[in-house]
């Protein structure tokens, strides 16, 4: 739990300064402006005093000592010297000591410019080495995974690869070999370092040992522009910095935001980029004529689409007409977008949200919505919802973190093994489709610990759908639950897609309006004030649209960088509502399943290429920023939107993203205060919104009932994986070879049963799709369930009914 921490009085360097009792330090003295030299000691983990570089004076009873500042707590009355001779000294021989084997390579390593080993040999070594020996050598590079390789003869042994992988991701698949002059970094036979997380190791590294694939030989740090922002890949947006050169995006590094990510980002953050430079993206315009989609100009394709919405309009009205998407974008565009459906178009037919999410008013307004923070001071972390480590890498470590090193208790619940279980006090697992039962046979006492973990605790609960057979209400159930019980519930509802929770904010669902406002007629007519005429009734979610567009009921539809065909779980609905679409629109950066068959396609900016706010899954407000120019003739969404309002006579006088944020600040209830500048200054880690109170929506979660448990011999658990076959990562050469591909996992144990061998084919049928997959044993999938990864290259999509019949085929 949290306290205050007791402070000390210190002298470093003849100077006095208090700090916290206890603080190690090295980072004290840091913290009060003296540097001292280091390259094992890193804030985020353990300490180990191995490379001996941060030797300072202490002052004792018998006189100074040497002292690793790194491992050495600080005590009040401690008297420390950091720049005398014997220090010196001692640093200089240090770094002879690591530069005996360490190559003078330096005009062709990675790390040269931002290299701590060169910096710190001229700033602390002794000028020149005594050395005159050979250096060892090893073959060089030795690809360790398909991102990141490995040159053993830079390494200088500080463990700072080895400790992440083991302490912090909980991957220890590197690891030191052999024994004294032969001691080297390397993995285990066979086994590569196939982590989610290895792209950290690279930036930790203090030499170029590490170096990562898509980054080798690319650039140096001088010739790179470097802006911060916020990654779009994971729902809490860790915070990156994008480096460039000649206008193209060569990598992003992790910032270290206490609030967020501190400093580690996943390999889909760190290495998911390429797609921005892809040379697949949409450049022109694209409007059908004929069978195929042929470039025009911006002004063809704008004055089409706004005479086919207007007609489909003012023939049918506003009901006729949907938005689907806007999660991909800011929250400038999502607000856009959100204003044009009502106010051009007339309809509250939109969704960001694909079917496959809660509702949109616990997603974005529930009560006491807790902090990614408040994992760290919970008593217990409830995770009932989809695997962490797959779908949330930046919540999993932050969760990780709370279990292992600070001592609070983690209950798992989920239908098969995942990524916490080695540090969960409590594993519950049900078969796909029997959230409900499990909850039920809790509630009546059948779970004896589970009770015990939160009545009248301090509980941090995430809740989220664990696989596309959930029931969606169960989340929010199950968040009643915990909440009946607990002393203090904080709770984070969990969904995917980059910047959902911005797009709800921003009234991207059927029954909300800006700023965590609830639909209604009251609520429209205060709107109306700003925005002029706002339908009144709640319109069609994602599955309501296209139902009514399979229907006939809805005959234009715009896509804002979504795609439905294969996200949404019910693939044969999407099928036949696209196949029954009137006019389709599609504002987005590349071709895909959904817009395949549109009638028009407008190119659009991506992250890099435009300035904004998102939001995430806390309610933190932050920043992106363009780096550079958006390739072709792409544009950004909101002026896409803009232009599109002007052609059909509703100009909505939107003319720069700031000047939209301050928009959104006046009309947005949840977001009033909000302005750019805070974030260049006094909150370089985002604010959590809304700022202070306001009037907007407080949902409190409800227990529904729901569907009992199937009974069948085998149920499907079909759920989303860290790489899969969306469009960003299928454009993204580094990712997309690690997509597990279509298989069906099954335990062992179901092989005789079934007949199956391993990479034998098998059919899976449901009610709502069939499809083959190679069949890989899995010791984690539950004996009767059959594991499928989501949305991957050639593999069909089964839906959402839990019960599946499974053949061999071969």
Avoid at 262 to 269: I, Q, Y
Avoid at 419 to 438: E, H, I, M, N, V
Wanted: proline letters at 6%; aromatic letters at 6%; glycine letters at 8%.
């Amino acid at each position: 739990m949290a306290h205050e921490r007791q402070m000390g009085t210190i002298t470093v360097d003849g100077e006095e300064h208090q700090v916290p009792a206890g603080e190690l330090l090295i980072k004290a003295a840091q913290d009060t402006g003296t540097y001292i030299p280091r390259f094992c000691w890193h804030e985020r983990m353990a300490p180990v005093g191995m490379c001996r570089m941060c030797l300072v004076e202490m002052e004792t009873p018998r006189g100074p000592a040497l002292v690793p500042a790194c491992t050495t707590p600080v005590a009040d009355g401690m008297v420390v010297n950091t720049k005398t001779e014997t220090v010196a000294k001692s640093q200089e021989a240090i770094l002879e000591f690591l530069l005996i084997n360490h190559p003078l390579d330096c005009p062709v390593c990675d790390k040269g410019g931002e290299c701590p080993l060169q910096d710190q040999a001229l700033s602390h070594g002794p000028g020149e080495s005594r050395f005159v020996e050979f250096k060892r050598t090893f073959e060089k590079p030795i690809p360790i995974s398909d991102l990141v390789l490995l040159d053993r003869e830079r390494c200088i042994l500080c463990a700072r690869c080895v400790r992440f992988a083991d302490e912090v991701s909980g991957d220890p698949l590197i690891e030191f070999i052999d024994r004294g002059n032969h001691v080297q970094v390397n993995t285990f036979p066979a086994e590569p370092f196939s982590s989610y997380f290895s792209g950290n190791t690279v930036q930790i590294c203090p030499v170029g040992a590490l170096t990562a694939r898509p980054y080798r030989f690319r650039a140096r740090p001088w010739d790179l522009v470097k802006v911060e922002s916020s990654s779009l890949f994971d729902t809490a947006h860790p915070r990156i910095e994008i480096h460039a050169s000649h206008d193209q995006v060569l990598r992003f590094l992790g910032v270290d935001n206490d609030a967020t990510n501190h400093g580690w980002l996943s390999d889909k953050d760190r290495f998911g980029f390429q797609y921005i430079s892809s040379e697949d993206r949409v450049l022109t315009p694209l409007m059908r004529k004929g069978d195929e989609l042929v470039p025009v100009e911006w002004s063809e394709a704008l004055q089409a689409v706004a005479e086919r919405l207007g007609a489909i309009k003012a023939e049918r009205g506003g009901d006729a007409l949907a938005v689907l998407g806007g999660a991909q974008g800011t929250n400038e565009d999502a607000y856009a977008v959100s204003r044009f459906a009502r106010t051009v178009l007339g309809t509250n037919n939109v969704d960001a949200r694909m079917g496959d999410a809660l509702s949109s008013h616990f997603l974005a307004a529930t009560v006491d919505r807790a902090r990614i923070a408040d994992l760290d001071t919970a008593d217990t972390i409830v995770v009932w919802g989809p695997d962490l480590k797959e779908e949330h890498p930046t919540l999993y470590l932050r969760t990780r973190r709370a279990a292992q090193d600070l001592g609070v208790k983690l209950v798992v619940v989920h239908p098969r093994a995942n990524g916490l279980d080695d540090r969960a006090s409590q594993k519950l697992t049900y078969r796909p489709g029997g959230g409900f039962a499990l909850l039920d046979a809790i509630s009546a006492g059948e779970h004896p610990a589970f009770d015990e973990a939160v009545t009248g605790k301090k509980v941090v609960v995430l809740v989220g759908m664990t696989d596309q057979a959930d029931d969606p209400r169960l989340a929010e159930s199950v968040a009643a639950y915990v909440r009946s019980r607990a002393a203090v519930c904080k709770i984070l509802p969990l969904s995917s897609r980059a910047n959902t929770y911005g797009a709800l904010d921003m009234g991207l669902a059927p029954d909300l309006l800006p700023g965590r406002v609830g639909l209604d007629a009251d609520a429209a007519a205060r709107l109306a004030g700003r925005w002029g005429e706002v339908p009144a009734r709640p319109g069609k979610d994602a599955r309501g649209i296209l139902e009514a567009m399979a229907a006939g009921e809805i005959k234009g539809l715009v896509l804002v960088g979504a795609d439905p065909m294969r996200d949404f779980p019910d693939a044969r609905l999407a099928s036949e509502a696209f196949a029954a679409a009137d006019f389709v629109v599609s504002i987005d950066t590349f071709v895909h399943d959904s817009n395949r068959d549109a009638d028009v396609i407008l190119p659009a900016a991506t992250l890099s290429e435009k300035d904004g706010t998102v939001t995430n899954l806390e309610g933190r407000v932050q920043l992106v920023n363009q780096v550079r120019r958006a390739p072709g003739q792409a544009r950004v969404d909101w002026a896409i939107i803009e232009d599109l309002a002007i052609l059909m006579g509703a100009p909505m006088g939107l003319v720069s993203a700031e000047a939209i944020s301050k928009e959104i600040a006046e009309v947005a209830p949840a977001y009033a205060g909000v302005n750019w500048s805070m974030f260049e200054w006094e909150h370089r880690d985002g604010v959590v919104v809304p700022l202070e109170g306001g009037a907007t929506l407080e949902h409190i979660p409800v227990r529904f009932d729901g569907p009992s448990a199937p009974e069948a011999e085998f149920t499907l658990h079909v759920a989303r994986v860290m790489y899969d076959d969306g469009v960003r990562l299928r454009h993204s050469p580094a990712l997309r070879k690690l997509a597990p591909g279509a298989v069906a996992k099954i335990n062992p144990a179901d092989a005789p049963k079934l007949g199956a061998r391993e990479g034998a084919k098998v059919r899976l049928v449901t009610r709502q799709g069939e499809g083959e997959f190679d069949v890989v044993f899995d010791e984690g999938t539950p004996s009767g369930v059959v594991y499928v990864p989501a949305n991957q290259a050639g593999g069909a999509q089964l839906g959402t009914d839990p019960v599946v019949r499974v053949t061999v085929v071969s």
